[in-house]
């Protein structure tokens, strides 16, 4: 991983990036393909993921071309697995600002104690999966790419960080706390039930914005 140091106002922030590991728990799509995870071919490694392994690591990425030139188009990659799809990292690479990358299909279920979701680029990206948190999840990363997401259960909490835009839309019910500590960053309620049910709501640092459909 990486060390740095960042400013806001008079407030010094010490971060962390982790490295992506490079192991047989970390799998990678085949961007651009469209197309569902256990198809083995939409796989870098010609090999679709196993579901029950709650350490598993998922990375999709996406090139970004030259000069606005020559990058990846937006693809779907849908989650097909009729029981939840257990992992511990989903990992964001996409450098096309361009595209608009989207997860769907079935449930994915955050369960280790480290989870975490990592926006590493400027692509953008709807997680258009429900997902189920059994543990807490860490919402990090130095990308700038917006992320959308909906339909957020679980006895777990949230907790963004960084300067990225999330964007929760349809109606979120996880039972845990959100907490915002997100310098420069923004989380965007898309609509009314965009936190419906959910525990404490901490802003620490960063901005809430709501759309009129939230009012």
Do not use: C, H
Request: hydrophobic share 40%.
């Amino acid at each position: 991983g990486t060390w740095g140091l960042t400013n806001s106002g008079t407030n010094l922030y010490l971060t962390y990036m982790p490295a992506v590991p490079t192991n047989t728990l970390f799998d990678e799509w085949d961007a651009p393909s469209n197309g569902y995870w256990t198809a083995d071919m939409n796989w870098k490694d010609r090999s679709a993921p196993e579901v029950g392994n709650p350490t598993k690591i998922l990375k999709f990425g996406g090139f970004g071309g030259y000069g606005g030139w020559g990058g990846d188009p937006a693809y779907a990659a849908t989650n097909d697995n009729v029981v939840n799809f257990l992992l511990n990292r989903l990992v964001f690479t996409n450098d096309n600002t361009l595209a608009t990358n989207t997860l769907a299909g079935n449930t994915l279920e955050f369960r280790n104690g480290d989870a975490a979701l990592e926006q590493w680029s400027v692509g953008a990206y709807n997680v258009y999966t429900p997902v189920n948190l059994a543990t807490d999840l860490v919402l990090r990363g130095s990308g700038s790419g917006i992320i959308a997401m909906t339909n957020i259960t679980g006895v777990g909490g949230m907790t963004k960080l960084d300067s990225w835009t999330m964007s929760l839309v349809g109606s979120n019910t996880f039972l845990g706390a959100f907490t915002i500590d997100s310098t420069n960053g923004t989380v965007r309620l898309e609509s009314a039930n965009a936190l419906i049910g959910v525990g404490t709501v901490a802003l620490n640092n960063g901005t809430v914005f709501a759309t009129n459909s939230a009012a």
